[in-house]
Each structure stands twice: as C-alpha cells, then as structure tokens.
C-alpha cells in the first residue's frame, strides 16, 4: 500500500501485515498493520518506524513523500519491537535526526541498539516541539502498554497519534473507520477493539481511566485517532466511549461457558446448563477451549458479565487446556465479573475445587458452590445442571444491576 494523506499534510507510511496470525501468542485471523506517520512541515518529522520485516515497506512510502535524509525528527512513543526494529533502517537514512522518547524508553532502547551515535531527548507530559507550523505535544501512558509508552498530540491538526491505544489487528486496504464499514461493518470493527483491548489492554483499565481524565483535562480537541495498529478514527468518540465503557468494567448482560472434555462427560453437562442460562432470559455464547483460539476465548470471557469454566478432573487437578486458559486469565487481572465451575470427574474430584481457587486469586465474584458430575451425566444429574445454569443467570442478573447501580 502506498502512503495516505491522513490530514493537512499528515502521511501514513505504515506497513499491512495480511499473512500475521500468530502475534506473540495472540491469534490475528485479520492480520494486522504497522502504522507510522509522516508530517511535512518546515522539520519534517517521522513518528514511529515499523517491525523490521516491513523496513523497505515504510522507506518506500517516505521516499513517495520525502527524501529520508531531510527527517529533522523522530518520535518514539513505544519500543517494542513491531513498532522500532526498524528504527536503525530509519537513523540510518535520517543521519543527523533527532530521537524524542520517554526516559524508560531510551533505557530499553539501549538494549536493542547502539545509541551512542544518536541524538536523543528524554521528554515527558506536557512537554512540546515546535516543527514549523505545527506544535506536538507528549503525553506518557506509562504500562499502556509497556512502561516506555506515550502519545503524540499534533495541536495545530487535533489528531492523537496513540500508539498502541485505540487499535485493533486489522489488515485493510482501506485507512479510515468510515471506510471500513462501508466495506465491512460497524460489528466486525468494533469485534476487533474489543478483542485488542481484552488481551492486550484489560489489565490496565484503571490507568486508561486516569489517562482519559487527564486528557479531558488538559482541553485536549481529538478530531481524529491515529493508532499504531489498524483502522485510523476520523470519528473517534465511537472508540472513545467504547474505552471508557471497557475501562469502567461495563460487560453485557450475558454469559459465557468456558470449557473443555475428556470423555465429553463434561461437555453434555453444558447442554442443559445453556438452556437453564437461556430460560432465564440470558444469552449464552460457549467455547470449547481446544477448539478456540486462546485469545478468542478470553475476548468471549471479557465480554459477558459471567462466565462457567467446565473441565473434568485428571490426576486430581484441572484439565491441562482449563488450566492455562486460567493461568492467562489470572495475567491479564479481570475485574467485575462473576465466575462459577463444573466439571465431570471418576474416582476423584479437584478440578472444580482448584477452578475456585484460581477465581480467588483473581478477585473475581464467584457463584458457589461448584458443580461435580460423577462419570456420564444421567437424566437426574442434566437437571442439576439445568438449575446450576438457571440459577447461574439470576446471579448475573443481579451482579450486573448491582454494577450499573454504583457504576451511575
């Protein structure tokens, strides 16, 4: 794809990743892209470079715009590597360049280059750089997601280059919000932040918080968002709302089961438990953990407001599939939501007693007690589970109008 005039001078020069479908363990059945962006002005500047894969990409479509050599600076808002291995590529063609980054993000720097030979400045929030007729303003969103990160304001334009904030893994040929849905839809669009922001961005809800509270008050304008991975927002309130909403702990009032099977015991006790969940008035989506990406079943998890874990008993501890998707859960530090377990078992429990266990450690709200099914579920034992499903969506229900109650 060639470069893309975003606004007044304003280029995309990224890169689109259509093949990516594994991102360090995060499935991309979408791909994704590697956004950076080009201002001309009387000191052209280049924020962000792009993965190494994609260098020739990004200097060719600077080369459409400008001579590489004639970069007066270069903006860093986040070191990881699909955003600056190809910073060298960059500096080499931008001899003379001057590098503005956090201060944690030129101490990791150091650990991926020789910056000896660099000129770089450590800048902070509320600090500017004036490039002709325009002023960039910096803002630091330490751990989101990395401790290096900030965002770029352009003041002059309002556009917010946010970096990993505000993105999805999306691979488009076209550029804009608008321009996907007319292509694609709202849904699918939307499906993409919602699963970018549950596993990548969940575990800092309460900083995203801050960092939306500090930028309405710092009278900050945004008429559009430029983020480093996928779609750009020339109507930003939409992702606006939809953070503020996610960092605000809102969910739908429905509910997820999350599960997997041995003998498929486990499984037919989830057939009554949807229809229990469902006859009180509650949608209910399944997952079978070893038939789903991983980080599709955490989106799943993240966006109902509860969700069943399932696994049968082996060795007298989870099922080894259950067990990592807890193991991740518990990384990524969910808040307000309610969990319960089931499971099937032989001659001895302890998967259900461990799923517990594991909600504690992640200070979830649990629905107890558990639910144990001995070998095959009989006719008797598919009753259980249709009240354990029934009763399950009724403390859902009131889980979440407590929730909207303190969260108005």
Not at 1 to 27: P, Q, S, T
Not at 38 to 53: A, Q
Not at 329 to 356: D, M, Q, T
């Amino acid at each position: 794809m060639k470069a893309v005039e975003l606004k007044n001078g304003i280029y995309w020069v990224g890169a689109i990743d259509w093949a990516v479908r594994d991102f360090h363990g995060y499935e991309t059945p979408r791909g994704t892209t590697y956004n950076n962006y080009l201002i001309m002005d009387d000191e052209i500047t280049l924020l962000d470079t792009v993965k190494h894969d994609f260098a020739d990409t990004t200097v060719k479509n600077i080369r459409s715009i400008a001579d590489p050599s004639k970069i007066k600076h270069m903006v860093v808002n986040h070191i990881e590597n699909d955003h600056a291995t190809s910073l060298d590529r960059i500096m080499e063609l931008a001899i003379g360049a001057t590098i503005y980054i956090t201060g944690k993000g030129k101490k990791g720097l150091e650990k991926f280059f020789d910056i000896s030979k660099w000129t770089i400045k450590t800048v902070k929030t509320g600090d500017t750089l004036n490039i002709g007729k325009r002023t960039l303003l910096f803002l630091e969103t330490p751990m989101l997601h990395w401790p290096d990160s900030m965002m770029t304001y352009i003041k002059e334009e309002k556009v917010l280059i946010s970096q990993d904030g505000f993105g999805q893994h999306i691979a488009s040929a076209v550029r804009f919000d608008d321009e996907f849905v007319t292509c694609a839809s709202m849904a699918e669009l939307e499906d993409a932040v919602v699963d970018y922001y549950a596993n990548i961005l969940m575990p800092f809800g309460q900083i995203i918080k801050t960092k939306l509270a500090e930028i309405r008050k710092l009278g900050l304008e945004i008429e559009m968002i430029a983020p480093d991975h996928g779609i750009v927002w020339r109507n930003p309130r939409k992702v606006v709302q939809m953070y503020t909403d996610m960092a605000g702990g809102r969910a739908e009032l429905c509910a997820s089961i999350i599960y997997d099977t041995m003998w498929h015991s486990t499984e037919q006790m989830t057939t009554p438990m949807i229809q229990g969940i469902k006859d009180e008035g509650i949608e209910c989506k399944v997952i079978k953990l070893r038939a789903t990406p991983m980080s599709v079943a955490i989106k799943e998890f993240w966006k109902a407001r509860g969700c069943l874990i399932g696994s049968p008993t082996l060795n007298n501890i989870l099922y080894p599939t259950v067990a990592q998707f807890l193991t991740h859960l518990r990384g990524l530090r969910p808040k307000n939501r309610i969990v319960g377990a089931f499971g099937s078992y032989g001659w001895g429990g302890g998967a259900v007693k461990e799923a517990y266990e594991e909600f504690k450690k992640m200070g979830l709200e649990t629905f107890e007690p558990g639910l144990q099914i001995l070998y095959k579920p009989s006719l008797e034992d598919e009753t259980k589970c249709y009240d354990f499903g029934r009763e399950f969506a009724k403390k859902v229900k009131e889980y979440n109008r407590k929730f909207e109650e303190e969260a108005s």
